[in-house]
């Protein structure tokens, strides 16, 4: 009995341990994707190397980032409000997408003022999600 009780204590924390352990991976993700957004964004800002790459992988990762929130990861900036509010939330993340697809769509024609205009308006839905959903930095 005694090893039965061992065993089946030891799968729940092994089971525990991954169920954290996915939740920090998928955390660690989504902040490196915010990051290669960023990246993007202020390249297409700079005119540096190709719009419509940089405007093609902000794209890609906005339409996946909704999916790296999941339940109760909470690390790093992540405020309650996205769990408490999924339906604001997940609106805010498709307004991302939107706009990304629409600065994708501007980068394609190769005129610069479009896609700086598309770039702004991306920039403001993300703007206006940090607002609501992304807490302070660690010591602020």
Not at 37 to 54: F, L, N, R, T, W
Not at 117 to 138: I, Q
Request: aromatic share 4%.
């Amino acid at each position: 009995m005694r090893k039965v009780l061992m065993i089946g204590a030891a799968v729940v924390f092994a089971a525990g341990a991954a169920w954290a352990g996915a939740h920090g991976s998928m955390s660690d993700q989504r902040v490196e994707d915010m990051k290669t957004i960023g990246g993007a964004m202020k390249a297409i800002g700079d005119g540096e190397g190709d719009a419509v790459a940089h405007a093609k992988t902000v794209n890609m990762l906005a339409k996946g980032l909704h999916a790296k929130f999941p339940e109760g990861s909470m690390e790093y900036r992540a405020k309650a409000e996205i769990w408490s509010d999924p339906e604001g939330f997940k609106k805010s993340m498709d307004e991302m997408v939107a706009a990304s697809e629409n600065l994708v769509d501007a980068a394609m024609t190769g005129d610069r003022s479009k896609t700086l205009a598309a770039l702004g308006a991306t920039g403001k839905t993300c703007k206006s999600c940090h607002e609501t959903y992304r807490g302070p930095k660690p010591g602020e």
